[in-house]
């Protein structure tokens, strides 16, 4: 009989026993309100298995603070040690959207130029709007020296914009603070869902790359959330949690299915009693 895996640490349900009606199980998978699904066949675990799909939008809160978090921890890992902003001329275009549309290649070109004279420099971008409006970026740089007045002069020629800073990350700088604060107050931009690029040797590549454990078969795409998925799919099945995003369907007549309804049983038995 294949044992069920350990559980996963977090605060979120470990099980649930799907009903017929979706909203209490949108609280159980506790992700992206507008996830899709996938649904697969688990060879290893011999059942079905349904995975989360995040929308990773921006504009999406859940996924907006997943995403930031997870690069406030790839830019602590990235090490930047110069800040630099990138600001526009707004007498120079007609809308803001305009500006963000005729600046926002300019900072690759900017960099590659200053690669070529300063050997390396990698940048993770952020798009900042002024209160009214306007688009500047915020760098945050790994190089070496780079003079000031070269990057503002080759900014200024790109953009026709004159101001521009340049400053020396100090050893208190925080980057993974400072991109948690400037994400965290998450400005709604009008013409973009990209708030923040980088190059592609800024964070440094994870060596170790997880062993997928499950090989699955027979997926299947469903553009719903999950939550609607196993309401019309796996009314009676318990839900059990692999991962953040992956979840096993146990059925009735399923050897896991009893484990899982008598750990289930024994949790809520433990919680009521205390
Ligand atoms: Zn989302």
Known sequence: MKSIPEPPDCQVPQSYLVGSVSSPAFAYFGVCPYAQTMSAYSLTHRTQVLFCLPCKRWSCRVCAEQKIKKLAHSVRAARPNRLLTLTVDPSLYVSPRH???ETRKCVPILIRNLRKRFGEVEYLRVTEVTQNGWPHYHLLVRSGYIPHTVVRKAWN???????EDLS????????YQYLVKYLSKLHKLEWTERHVSYSKGFIPKDPWVAPDPLDYAEESFHS?????????HCVGSILFRLSE??????RKGDPQYVIASEASH????????S
């Not at 020629?157 to 101001?163: C, P, Q, S, Y």
């Not at 995003?245 to 146990?250: E, K």
């Not at 024994?266 to 009693?273: A, E, L, N, P």
Request: net charge positive; hydrophobic share 40%.
């Open 99 to 101: 500006a963000w549309e």
């Open 157 to 163: 020629e790109l953009t026709g914009a004159r101001i």
């Open 224 to 232: 719903y959330h999950p939550a609607n998925f196993a309401a019309e």
């Open 168 to 175: 020396k990350v100090t050893k208190s700088f925080k980057a």
């Open 245 to 250: 995003h992956c979840h096993l369907v146990l």
């Open 266 to 273: 024994i949790k809520r038995s433990v919680s009521s009693r």
